[in-house]
């Protein structure tokens, strides 16, 4: 899936290309606007409008970040940090004209106003994540796992659950059994040329504490 921003177009206009300076730069704000509540991926789609990676532990990058994001905040559009259907309920709901959120949480409102809401990744680039399934160390049924995970990889099974949360399929397999207008829709399945914006954020290990320590500073200034 993708972190990319739901908007209405009613507010912004129908030739509107999706960007993030709709959140980040203070002449491009046209309305409230809701932030994802989760530190890497909000912070990792506002270093993909610096320019930056989303996985930076350039100290420079990083101060700019913190001042960027605390400047946004203090504007009169912020509208808070929310999780995905949060922000997706207040775009619905005309309390926001746009919010950071999943890409299938998104789409429950555009499937249900699709005259007015667009999800799109923003121009400038952002976040793509994939689920996983893992068997924890010491884990009482493993066989019983093993058993789950091969039902969940069968390409029918797979492809079913794809169809009807409306989250691309990682499975090659299962490419064939998706629902065709899903898979020509780019809010779900990328173009090859948006994919090259996108970025997977890795584990950082001890210097996770870095982006921690920046999101404490933001969350309560």
Do not use: C
């Not at 993030?20 to 203070?26: E, N, R």
């Not at 068997?135 to 492809?159: C, K, M």
């Amino acid at each position: 899936g993708t972190v990319g921003m739901l908007y209405n177009k009613e507010k912004l206009g129908a030739d509107y290309v999706a960007s993030t300076a709709l959140f980040f730069d203070p002449a491009s704000r046209k309305g409230p606007v809701v932030m994802i509540d989760s530190i890497r991926e909000m912070l990792g789609i506002a270093l993909k409008y610096m320019g930056k990676s989303v996985n930076t532990l350039d100290k420079s990058d990083l101060k700019a970040l913190a001042d960027m994001m605390i400047e946004t905040k203090s504007s009169k559009y912020f509208a808070g940090f929310d999780v995905g259907t949060g922000g997706r309920s207040k775009v619905v709901a005309g309390t926001a004209i746009a919010a950071l959120v999943y890409n299938g949480d998104a789409l429950r409102a555009v499937n249900e106003a699709p005259d007015k809401f667009v999800f799109a990744n923003p121009k400038e680039g952002g976040v793509i994540w994939a689920d996983n399934m893992a068997i924890p160390a010491g884990a009482p049924h493993v066989d019983y796992a093993h058993t789950f995970i091969n039902w969940v990889l069968d390409a029918n099974n797979g492809a079913a659950l794809s169809n009807w949360t409306q989250y691309a399929t990682p499975n090659k397999a299962a490419k064939e059994f998706i629902t065709p207008e899903d898979l020509k829709n780019p809010a779900i399945y990328p173009s090859e040329e948006t994919m090259k914006t996108l970025e997977f954020i890795t584990d950082l290990g001890k210097d996770n504490r870095y982006y921690d320590e920046l999101w404490t500073m933001i969350k309560t200034r």
